[in-house]
Structures are given as structure tokens and as C-alpha cells.
């Protein structure tokens, strides 16, 4: 079965720094996804980035990137130069050949000004 | 488009009572997901529907829990009677056969006292 682990809570960042979110993932697949997601107070879950497992080439999405450790299992979230409105719960998930995403318990991040 | 659209927003109700929750997804999109999100953790999936038919529910407790799906387009989630763990916020998402995207309703946040 297919794990998700976030060991951080939470996670504090002044503006304009650099924060990264660590994560932790388990299958037995070879054909997966990793996403991050962003879920603020509003509940919406929004999508963050994506990564295919056969790409060896970290996701980016403009302030954001990943670093993918595919022998590791490992797949962290980098946000620079974060801001205000990155406050919010971040989850990291997984998807084996696409199929339903199984989430991590989530990391707080709070950007302080 | 149209993202996928959940109803209601809000629900309290008192434990052994029933409630019915509503999701209906982008247009075309072929897989239904019901999750349950608790305060504090990562949404955890009730049940998954490709078109009309069930492809898991190994986790709906369905002595209280049912879903249908009919016509392979809206949804319906039911809990009769909730209890008090219950209480929880209630994500409908739908994904389509491309690229594995995945997009999330607003949620129902159901309350049982």
C-alpha cells in the first residue's frame, strides 16, 4: 500500500525567504505521481506542482520546486521568496498510474511579514 | 470550466440524525473521488466511482455510509445515522483520463453534536 509521511507540523518563514517542506513517500509501483498541494483557510485544494516518477528533471512551477530523490523516496517542496498569501496547510500526495491520491498529515506554513 | 461544485457549504447536525452531501463534477470527467478530511489531517478517500460504478470503497464504513452516482455524472454522499467522529469537512474531486489532473470541490465542513 501506498504511504504518505510529512514530519513537520509546522513550518514558520519570514517574507521573501526561502522555505523548504519535506516529505517522505512509499509504493511499490514504478509508474506514480507526487503533487504538492496548497489548502488555505477557504478549504479549496489547490495544486501547487506535480511530478511524473520516470522524469529524472525536478518539477518548478516559478517560485516553487521540488527536489525529487526517487531512490530515497524522498520529495521536498522548495516555495522562494515566499510571501503573505503562502500561508496556508500544505499536503503532499501520491497517485499510483494515476489512480487516487493518498495524502501525507500535512504541514502548516505560516509566511511572517 | 466549471470547477466541481459541492452543496452545502455548512451542516450541523445532532448525532443519529441523517445528512446528504452533493458534488458535481467538471464535465467530463469520468472518476468521482469522495474524502473525508478531520480536523488537523490529511483527506483520507471514502469512496472512488469510474463513470457509475464503485472501483473502491474499501474504506466507507458502510454501516452509516452510502454514495450513488447515477448516470456517471453527479454524486451523492449519505450518513445515516452520524455520529459525533463524523464531524469532519467532506472533499468531492473528479479527474479526467488526461494528465491525471485532479480538481477538488470547496468541501462541505459537516458538524454533529
Known amino acids: 500500500a501506498q504511504t504518505v509521511t510529512q514530519s513537520q507540523p509546522e513550518m514558520s518563514v519570514q517574507e521573501a525567504e526561502t522555505v523548504t517542506l519535506s516529505c517522505t513517500y512509499d509504493?511499490?509501483?514504478?509508474?506514480?505521481?507526487l503533487f504538492w498541494y496548497k489548502q488555505p483557510p477557504s478549504r479549496q485544494m489547490i495544486l501547487v506542482i506535480r511530478q511524473e516518477a520516470y522524469k529524472q528533471q525536478n518539477a518548478t512551477e516559478n517560485r516553487f520546486s521540488v527536489n525529487f530523490q526517487k531512490a530515497a523516496k524522498s520529495f521536498s517542496l522548495k516555495i522562494s521568496d515566499s510571501q503573505l498569501g503562502d500561508t496556508a496547510m500544505y499536503f503532499c500526495a501520491s497517485s499510483e498510474y494515476g489512480n487516487k491520491l493518498v495524502f501525507g498529515a500535512g504541514t502548516i506554513l505560516r509566511v511572517k511579514s | 470550466e466549471a470547477g466541481v461544485a459541492q452543496s452545502p457549504r455548512y451542516k450541523i447536525i445532532e448525532k443519529r440524525q441523517s445528512v446528504a452531501f452533493w458534488c458535481n463534477p467538471i464535465?467530463?470527467?469520468?472518476?468521482l473521488y469522495w474524502y473525508q478530511q478531520i480536523l488537523g489531517q490529511g483527506p483520507k478517500l471514502l469512496i472512488q466511482?469510474?463513470?457509475?460504478?464503485?472501483?473502491?470503497d474499501s474504506q466507507l464504513p458502510k454501516d452509516r455510509f452510502s454514495a450513488e452516482r447515477l448516470k456517471g455524472v453527479d454524486s451523492t454522499l449519505k450518513i445515516q445515522p452520524a455520529k459525533l467522529e463524523d464531524s469532519a469537512v467532506y472533499l468531492c474531486a473528479s479527474s479526467g483520463l488526461v494528465n491525471y489532473g485532479y480538481t477538488f470541490g470547496s468541501g462541505t465542513r459537516l458538524t454533529v453534536v
Open positions: 464535465s467530463g470527467h469520468a472518476t
Open positions: 466511482f469510474q463513470n457509475n460504478g464503485v472501483v473502491d
Open positions: 509504493t511499490s509501483e514504478n509508474n506514480y505521481y
